[in-house]
T-cell receptor, first 114, second 113 residues
């Protein structure tokens, strides 16, 4: 079963507007969440993370929100730029595994139009 | 600083052939792992290692072997390739801290015919 789900395969937004990427999870043992960004023909690169003891983490234009009761996290990009066009993966780490086993979602292709 | 280096970038195999995907990192990271990326399925963990001489299975280990004789290298072996192993393979490493993010290589695109 897919423990981390990104239900939107793609998202298209205008430059300067907000991009909101969503991720749902089912495993209540997940205690650390990360977002990775991937350009074609490259490996994923780390973007931002959040611990389950927080509900928000911000880094420049990127903010991640965690709603533990809904088992939902979201990544907000404000303002969106054409260079943000990439595939975004959310990932989760389970308590007690020391981060050894990340579980990834399917990915969302974000396209930011000039 | 090269980071995580994967070779080859592309490979075509016939069913039943064997090969080794190479992965090397120069960051002195203890933890290394292999993922495969398939359309609609995200990245799935194949095998991982928390240090030289220590390996463990991930989510989809069948058909793959690994070993970790040095801190720097973590090769992935396909003993008898199958079409279901057609995928993009990513190697990743991270430092010792639990919260440290993974550093990924640029991937190996493997096609098994």
């Amino acid at each position: 079963d897919q423990q981390v789900k990104q239900n939107s395969p793609s998202l298209s937004v205008q430059e300067g507007r907000i991009s909101i990427l969503n991720c749902d999870y089912t495993n209540s043992m997940f205690d650390y969440f990360l977002w990775y960004k991937k350009y074609p023909a490259e490996g994923p690169t780390f973007l931002i993370s959040i611990s389950s003891i927080k509900d928000k983490n911000e880094d420049g234009r990127f903010t991640v929100f965690l709603n533990k009761s809904a088992k939902h996290l979201s990544l907000h990009i404000v303002p969106s730029q054409p260079g943000d066009s990439a595939v975004y993966f959310c990932a989760a780490s389970e308590r007690g595994t020391s981060g050894s086993r990340l579980t990834f979602g399917e990915g969302t292709q974000l396209t930011v139009n000039p | 600083n090269a980071g995580v280096t994967q070779t080859p970038k592309f490979q075509v195999l016939k069913t039943g052939q064997s090969m080794t995907l190479q992965c090397a990192q120069d960051m002195n990271h203890e933890y290394m792992s292999w993922y495969r990326q398939d359309p609609g399925m995200g990245l799935r963990l194949i095998h991982y290692s928390v240090g030289a001489g220590i390996t463990d299975q991930g989510e989809v280990p069948n058909g793959y072997n690994v070993s970790r004789s040095t801190t720097e290298d973590f090769p992935l072996r396909l003993l008898s390739a199958a079409p279901s192993q057609t995928s993009v393979y990513f190697c990743a490493s991270r430092g010792g801290s639990y919260n440290s993010p993974l550093h990924f290589g640029n991937g190996t695109r493997l096609t098994v015919t």
